[in-house]
């Protein structure tokens, strides 16, 4: 870490930075500024932004569910960036990136029909919800080895990044010993 005595910063790099980023890629979760993206849906670049906006949703009809292309997260090529992820991060604090369920939602349905789904087909947003969570929220779980909350309150910032190095060490372990042909 860069400022020991002081709250860890996240500025850009020339101000300074105590933290590191990583994340699975190419992410199933990456949104394109134009074209179709893993999971089928039509994205149009908008101008202003570094990504576009969803066109063409690949949900309209929930006759279509079974249909729905879900991209196959444990692909190997996907994990192999979390590879020395500590080491390149130096001393600073790693942090993970996954996929935003809400938001793939109603890239997937559209936000109005989301919202609708809410009162007419809760069950079927319910379905779609807890596919996304089982598949990609709940792939990387291990044994916590430290209570975080007293640690990050209360302990010092050398305690910290021990913490998340453990961390990053047994979700390496478990990436390790997953068997990708049973999920």
């Not at 910063?9 to 893993?38: H, L, M, Q």
């Not at 149009?44 to 063409?56: R, T």
């Amino acid at each position: 870490m860069q400022h020991k005595e002081q709250h860890p910063r996240n500025f850009p790099e020339k101000y300074g930075n105590d933290f590191a980023g990583v994340g699975i890629s190419p992410s199933p979760d990456d949104r394109p500024r134009s074209g179709v993206d893993e999971w089928s849906a039509v994205w149009d670049d908008i101008g202003e932004m570094a990504l576009g906006e969803v066109k063409d949703f690949p949900l309209k009809r929930w006759e279509d569910f079974d249909r729905l292309n879900i991209p196959n997260h444990m692909d190997p090529k996907r994990w192999r960036n979390l590879e020395g992820a500590r080491e390149r991060a130096g001393d600073r604090f790693l942090f993970a990136n996954g996929i935003s369920i809400y938001e793939r939602v109603h890239f997937i349905r559209s936000l109005e029909n989301t919202w609708t789904d809410i009162y007419e087909a809760p069950e079927r947003l319910c379905e779609l919800i807890e596919l996304l969570s089982l598949r990609f929220a709940s792939r990387i779980a291990f044994h916590c080895p430290v209570d975080i909350q007293q640690t990050m309150v209360y302990g010092s910032f050398d305690q910290i990044r021990e913490y998340c190095r453990e961390l990053v060490g047994l979700a390496g372990l478990w990436i390790k010993r997953v068997d990708l042909h049973r999920i």
